[in-house]
């Protein structure tokens, strides 16, 4: 199994958020400042979601509909999915009518669900491991981890969380340094800009992309 096929499934990393990270992520949501995390309150939400997806890919008895069914309900229950998905699409969330963020919403879903629901049978046995948790001055925690592998290195995985609205969410996901929202942002930055900024353009892309990954995995 491959490093990136590790953090795709056991972190649910999104395919998509340095140490530059998790400010800029958390910028799409900080104009709702939200409570300060209480100590062990955000390591308990990543203990449960990683407990949750290993029961959930090591389960040979669960069809691929229902795992795809799981693995969606704890991308919505655990991760801050509208403000990860706005701040992927960049200066084009504001540029867009509302038509097209409702599209754009749930194309952003339907992405993530299928591009990692075509990598679960590469679950090998790895291994989740909560190592420590910081609160920083503004009651934001950092929770971090490692995804020990069967015969590899472990891969470190650092998760950042804020509370918004009475909910505890996942707001960031840095994989050995590497920002996964960054990484998504620059790559719909990359696209957009092949269809010459025309987001309905855009739109039609990443459709094409979901019904490729669906197709791929059928």
Excluded: C
């Excluded at 591009?115 to 910081?134: L, T």
């Amino acid at each position: 199994m491959e490093r990136r096929d590790v953090v795709s499934l056991l972190s649910l990393a999104l395919g998509t958020f340095g140490a530059a990270g998790p400010m800029l992520a958390s910028a799409a949501l900080a104009k709702s400042q939200g409570r300060a995390l209480l100590p062990g309150e955000a390591k308990a939400l990543v203990k449960s979601l990683g407990d949750a997806a290993v029961a959930m890919l090591s389960d040979k008895g669960l069809s691929r509909s229902e795992k795809i069914r799981r693995f969606r309900h704890l991308l919505n229950q655990s991760f801050a999915m509208k403000g990860i998905a706005r701040f992927a699409l960049g200066r084009y969330w504001r540029r867009a009518s509302f038509p097209q963020r409702r599209r754009y919403l749930k194309l952003f879903e339907d992405y993530i669900v299928n591009s990692y629901a075509a990598r679960f049978g590469n679950y090998s046995g790895e291994i989740f491991v909560i190592e420590d948790e910081k609160i920083d001055d503004r009651g934001w925690a950092t929770v971090s981890t490692r995804i020990q592998r069967p015969g590899g290195e472990p891969v470190k995985v650092n998760w950042h969380l804020r509370e918004r609205l009475g909910a505890v969410l996942i707001v960031d996901v840095v994989v050995e340094g590497i920002s996964m929202s960054l990484t998504q942002r620059s790559d719909f930055a990359a696209t957009i800009h092949t269809a010459g900024g025309d987001i309905d353009a855009f739109l039609d892309i990443l459709e094409a992309k979901v019904r490729n990954v669906k197709q791929a995995a059928s």
